[in-house]
Each structure stands twice: as structure tokens, then as C-alpha cells.
């Protein structure tokens, strides 16, 4: 694809995302997150070239003014959308694929100071909201949604939605899924969420017992 192709596709890609864009000429001057993406395309090209300090310079130019970090060494594909896009971050190794839509706050990072691709893999179609932390190389499946907040920590298949801390599935396709699938990603809090509930139960069934007794040796 052109130069002027690719370009004419970012500013078409805002128009179909965001409906308080108003003309060609504001998408331009006043969108950070299609300047984050630009920006990342020429450091990008010098990190392949390994002009690593070049590439480092243009991306932290790029954050100071956007609000937004993207590593040079990250791949991204076409029409990927950064809504608003404060506090984005994506790492070094991540992969993203086309059409794939970030909010503001999002984290695309690693877990440690493990070598080699340590950053996720993001599969086409996925949406990833506010705030939500993506961390490890793992892989967000085609059309998945990662809900507000979440922490995603394991894999998440094709088309399912996550939500939680840490991120657990709740749809698949449209429907919700299984108790089966549900717990093959622990919940921690959950967890003892149920047991406090199981304890509190026991403690007011002992309440009643003692009342109930006190009302029996009264008579």
C-alpha cells in the first residue's frame, strides 16, 4: 500500500471509530493516538534498520507530546485505533494485528525481566478497554474483548470476552460460557469471596443454635 493510501486509511479508521470526529483537517492536527501511531511507523523503520537510539528518541518524543508509549520494536498492523490514548503502553515484543482497537490506559507489557518475547500477541478484531492490563506473552484470540480493568494474565480464545481481576472468560462467541471453561482461570478473590460467605453462613446458623438454646433452658 502507498504512503498516502496508508495515511487516507489511519484518518478513514477514526471516522469509523469515533463519531465526535468532525473533519479531516481536526482528526489530523488534534488526535493523539493517530500521532502516536505515525510516530511509531518512522521509529519503528529505524529500529528495523537497528538505529535503536534514533528509534528510542522519536518514541519518547512521541510519548512526551501523545501521552502514549509504544516501543519501536513493536509490530503493529493496519487500521489499529488508540481511543483518546493517555497512559497506553506496549512493549517491545508485542504483535498486534489489524484492526484492533485500544482505550485510554491500556497495558500491553511483561511480567519480569524474562529474554525473548516477553510482550503479547494481539489477533485481529480484538478490543481492549479502558484501563485493562494485558501482560505476558500470551495471545488475545481474532474479535476478542478484554472488559474495563481487567488483568489478563492466560490465554484468551477467539471471540471471548474477559472481564476481572485477574481476567476470567464470561462469553465466547456471543454466549456465555460453560462453569467448565469458566474455572480453568483461577479467581483468588472470588474464591474467598466464598469462603467468607460459607463462614458467615456458619457463624449465624451457631448464632441461632446458641439463641435458640437460651430460649429453650428460659422456658
Same mark, same amino acid.
Given at each position: 500500500?502507498? @504512503?498516502?493510501? =496508508?495515511?487516507?486509511?489511519? /484518518?478513514?479508521?477514526?471516522?469509523? $471509530?469515533?463519531?465526535?470526529?468532525?473533519?479531516?483537517?481536526?482528526?489530523?492536527?488534534?488526535?493523539?493516538?493517530? $500521532?502516536? &501511531?505515525?510516530?511509531?511507523?518512522?521509529?519503528?523503520?529505524?529500529?528495523?534498520?537497528?538505529? @535503536?537510539?534514533? #528509534?528510542?528518541?522519536?518514541?519518547?518524543?512521541?510519548?512526551?507530546?501523545?501521552?502514549?508509549?509504544?516501543?519501536?520494536? #513493536?509490530?503493529?498492523?493496519?487500521?489499529? @485505533?488508540?481511543? $483518546?490514548?493517555?497512559?497506553?503502553? /506496549?512493549?517491545?515484543?508485542?504483535?498486534?494485528?489489524?484492526?484492533?482497537?485500544?482505550?485510554?490506559?491500556?497495558?500491553?507489557?511483561?511480567?519480569?525481566?524474562?529474554?525473548?518475547? =516477553?510482550?503479547?500477541?494481539?489477533?485481529? %478484531?480484538?478490543?481492549?478497554?479502558? %484501563?485493562?492490563?494485558?501482560?505476558?506473552?500470551?495471545?488475545?484470540?481474532?474479535?476478542?474483548?478484554? %472488559?474495563?480493568?481487567?488483568? &489478563?494474565?492466560?490465554?484468551?480464545?477467539?471471540? #471471548?470476552?474477559?472481564?476481572? *481481576?485477574?481476567?476470567? *472468560?464470561?462469553?465466547?462467541?456471543?454466549?456465555?460460557?460453560?462453569?467448565?471453561?469458566?474455572?480453568?482461570?483461577?479467581?483468588?478473590?472470588?474464591?474467598?469471596?466464598?469462603?467468607?460467605?460459607?463462614?458467615?453462613? =456458619?457463624?449465624?446458623?451457631?448464632?441461632?443454635?446458641?439463641?435458640?438454646?437460651?430460649?429453650?433452658?428460659?422456658?
Amino acid at each position: 500500500m502507498g @504512503f498516502f493510501k =496508508r495515511i487516507k486509511e489511519d /484518518i478513514d479508521v477514526v471516522f469509523e $471509530h469515533d463519531p465526535a470526529a468532525r473533519s479531516v483537517f481536526e482528526v489530523v492536527l488534534t488526535y493523539s493516538g493517530l $500521532h502516536a &501511531v505515525w510516530a511509531h511507523r518512522v521509529a519503528h523503520r529505524f529500529y528495523k534498520w537497528k538505529w @535503536f537510539f534514533i #528509534a528510542r528518541a522519536i518514541s519518547q518524543i512521541s510519548r512526551f507530546f501523545t501521552g502514549i508509549e509504544i516501543h519501536p520494536g #513493536a509490530r503493529i498492523g493496519r487500521r489499529f @485505533f488508540i481511543d $483518546h490514548g493517555m497512559g497506553v503502553v /506496549i512493549g517491545e515484543t508485542c504483535e498486534i494485528e489489524d484492526d484492533v482497537t485500544v482505550f485510554q490506559g491500556v497495558t500491553l507489557g511483561g511480567t519480569g525481566k524474562e529474554k525473548g518475547k =516477553r510482550h503479547p500477541t494481539v489477533k485481529s %478484531g480484538a478490543l481492549i478497554a479502558t %484501563g485493562a492490563k494485558v501482560l505476558g506473552s500470551l495471545t488475545i484470540g481474532e474479535n476478542a474483548k478484554i %472488559g474495563a480493568g481487567s488483568v &489478563v494474565l492466560k490465554e484468551v480464545p477467539n471471540g #471471548a470476552t474477559v472481564v476481572g *481481576i485477574p481476567g476470567r *472468560i464470561v462469553k465466547q462467541n456471543g454466549e456465555r460460557v460453560t462453569e467448565r471453561l469458566d474455572h480453568q482461570l483461577p479467581d483468588p478473590v472470588g474464591d474467598r469471596c466464598d469462603r467468607l460467605q460459607k463462614e458467615v453462613n =456458619r457463624l449465624k446458623e451457631e448464632l441461632k443454635r446458641i439463641q435458640e438454646g437460651e430460649k429453650h433452658n428460659g422456658h
